[in-house]
């Protein structure tokens, strides 16, 4: 072959490549967010998981700012009705009522987790078991809300702690954990019904809400309930929100079913080798031609990307997961339109 055919070839192959990798990244045009009615993510600073006094964040690496982001986080509670200055422990831990009222006692947007429970109840709770926030290995799928109101949230943790104390029991194989008959005595906070935060929340601030799933390449009936049951409490609800999920099929659900939805994909600069060939292609977001989404939730350390890059480019609004400082803060601002923080108290813009 000819260099001048082997250099046109080159040329037409590279422009395939970058049309290919456009179209899979492109977000939902102008014309159907327009046709839609569809809103912007609200521009707010939102609380990862409640503005929050025990849990996500709150390590050691942090320390020199997270202080004052709990100490307002107890404040903003105690403001808005929950517990006291006398209570040794947290009384706002993560993704809890508690720490959802203090965020809009502060005016924080909020971002926060759904999943169900085994009695099909949609709850808000990050991980798919109870053991880094009540020390209780357990399961969110194998408990009944019933059973969730009766185990406290960082029982027996120090104000600021990240992690909850193993209860007695949690680390034998197989588990002896059972659950409480009767509510524990005391201020506690639990993991709480989307119901009942929708209710707290009352449309004083946005929510950024997560549909949450264990393998995000897997989908089943109750992927498919969880989404039915999360979308219609969403529906009676008067205040702003938008939707996103780290599952391509959630966020296409959405697509389909309810294109009013300001809707988001959620991401991060995953490698082949750690996390494989499905998750480092999610994390290049080749996957947003199913769902087209109107913003793109990205791990802060990847806001640089040329996929978020370009993504922004074409439309989409970023938003950035998890600020947890002000130097974090001030290495990706430039990359992000909105930002979900914890761990410190930012600045008003």
């Given at each position: ?61 942090y ?130 019904l ?20 264990d ?25 702003p ?11 296409e ?5 309810h ?26 977001l ?24 370009l ?39």
């Amino acid at each position: 072959m000819s260099s001048s055919k082997l250099f046109r070839n080159v040329i037409i192959g590279g422009a395939v490549a970058a049309g290919t990798a456009a179209w899979a990244l492109a977000p939902r045009s102008f014309n159907d967010k327009r046709r839609n009615f569809v809103p912007s993510v609200p521009d707010a600073w939102y609380a990862h998981r409640g503005l929050h006094d025990a849990g996500s964040g709150l390590t050691h690496r942090y320390a020199a700012e997270s202080g004052d982001y709990v100490a307002l986080a107890r404040r903003m509670a105690e403001k808005a009705g929950y517990g006291s200055a006398g209570e040794a422990g947290p009384i706002a831990p993560e993704n809890s009522l508690a720490s959802f009222a203090a965020a809009c006692e502060a005016g924080y947007g909020i971002e926060l987790d759904l999943q169900l429970t085994l009695d099909g109840q949609v709850v808000v709770v990050h991980d798919p078991d109870l053991k880094r926030v009540a020390g209780d290995p357990r399961r969110i799928e194998d408990l009944t809300y019933g059973e969730l109101t009766r185990i406290p949230l960082f029982p027996t943790a120090r104000l600021g702690d990240a992690v909850a104390e193993p209860l007695p029991g949690a680390e034998e194989v197989p588990p002896l954990i059972t659950t409480p008959s009767a509510a524990p005595d005391g201020y506690y906070q639990h993991v709480p019904l989307f119901s009942d935060v929708l209710k707290v929340v009352n449309g004083r601030v946005p929510l950024i809400v997560e549909y949450k799933f264990d393998d995000n390449a897997h989908w089943d009936g109750r992927c498919d309930e969880l989404m039915d049951k999360g979308a219609a409490l969403l529906a009676q609800y008067e205040g702003p929100y938008v939707i996103e999920s780290f599952n391509p099929r959630a966020v296409e659900w959405y697509k389909v079913n309810h294109p009013e939805v300001n809707r988001g994909q959620l991401s991060w600069p995953a490698t082949i080798k750690e996390d494989g060939v499905t998750e480092w292609a999610a994390g290049l977001l080749v996957f947003d031609w199913m769902s087209r989404p109107d913003f793109v939730a990205y791990d802060w350390v990847g806001g640089s990307s040329p996929q978020v890059r370009l993504a922004r480019a074409m439309g989409a609004t970023a938003v950035s997961w998890t600020v947890r400082s002000r130097d974090e803060l001030a290495q990706c601002d430039a990359y992000f339109d909105r930002h979900i923080f914890e761990a410190f108290v930012p600045d008003e813009r």
